[in-house]
C-alpha cells in the first residue's frame, strides 16, 4: 500500500484527490510494519540488528503485535530480543556492532552474563579501551 502512494505522489500529482481518500487512513502500526518489512527485505539484518530496532519500536510505545510484524518474528523471540536490550547497554551493543554470524542464543547468553555477574562498568571500559 505505501509503495502505490508514493507511485500516485510521482505519476499523478495533479489528482484531485489524496492517497488517503483513495486508499483509507494509514495508521501509525501500518506505517512502521510496512517500512520495516521494505527495509528488511534490502539488507540481511543481524539478529542484534533488529533487537535494537525492536528496542527503539518498545520504547516509542508500539505494542507487541507492530513490534513482531515489523521484524518479522514470533512473541518470544520478540521477547528475547527485549531482553537483550534491557540487560545489555546500549554503548555495549554499539560498540560490538551488528555481529552478522552471531545468533539469538548467544546473545541471550551475553545479556545473562551481564545481568548475573554484574560485567557492565568491565564492558563498557573495555570497548573504550585500545585493545578494543
Given at each position: 500500500?505505501?509503495?502505490?502512494?508514493?507511485?500516485?505522489?510521482?505519476?499523478?500529482p495533479g489528482l484531485?484527490?489524496?492517497?488517503?481518500?483513495?486508499f483509507g487512513p494509514w495508521s501509525r502500526s501500518s506505517t512502521i510494519a510496512t517500512t520495516s518489512l521494505r527495509r528488511a527485505a534490502r539488507a540481511d539484518l543481524s539478529f542484534v540488528e533488529r533487537t535494537v530496532f525492536a528496542?527503539?519500536?518498545d520504547t516509542l510505545d508500539f505494542d507487541r503485535e507492530t513490534i513482531m510484524s515489523a521484524i518479522?518474528?514470533?512473541?518470544?523471540?520478540?521477547?528475547?530480543?527485549?531482553?537483550?536490550?534491557?540487560?545489555?547497554?546500549?554503548?555495549?551493543?554499539?560498540?560490538?556492532g551488528a555481529a552478522?554470524?552471531?545468533?539469538?542464543?548467544?546473545?541471550?547468553d551475553l545479556s545473562i552474563k551481564f545481568e548475573t555477574e554484574n560485567i557492565t562498568a568491565r564492558a563498557i571500559e573495555f570497548t573504550r579501551s585500545a585493545a578494543f
Amino acid at each position: 500500500m505505501a509503495d502505490t502512494r508514493s507511485l500516485l505522489a510521482i505519476v499523478a500529482p495533479g489528482l484531485q484527490r489524496s492517497s488517503a481518500d483513495l486508499f483509507g487512513p494509514w495508521s501509525r502500526s501500518s506505517t512502521i510494519a510496512t517500512t520495516s518489512l521494505r527495509r528488511a527485505a534490502r539488507a540481511d539484518l543481524s539478529f542484534v540488528e533488529r533487537t535494537v530496532f525492536a528496542d527503539k519500536l518498545d520504547t516509542l510505545d508500539f505494542d507487541r503485535e507492530t513490534i513482531m510484524s515489523a521484524i518479522s518474528a514470533d512473541k518470544t523471540t520478540v521477547s528475547k530480543m527485549l531482553s537483550v536490550t534491557k540487560r545489555i547497554p546500549a554503548e555495549g551493543l554499539s560498540a560490538i556492532g551488528a555481529a552478522k554470524t552471531t545468533r539469538r542464543d548467544r546473545w541471550h547468553d551475553l545479556s545473562i552474563k551481564f545481568e548475573t555477574e554484574n560485567i557492565t562498568a568491565r564492558a563498557i571500559e573495555f570497548t573504550r579501551s585500545a585493545a578494543f
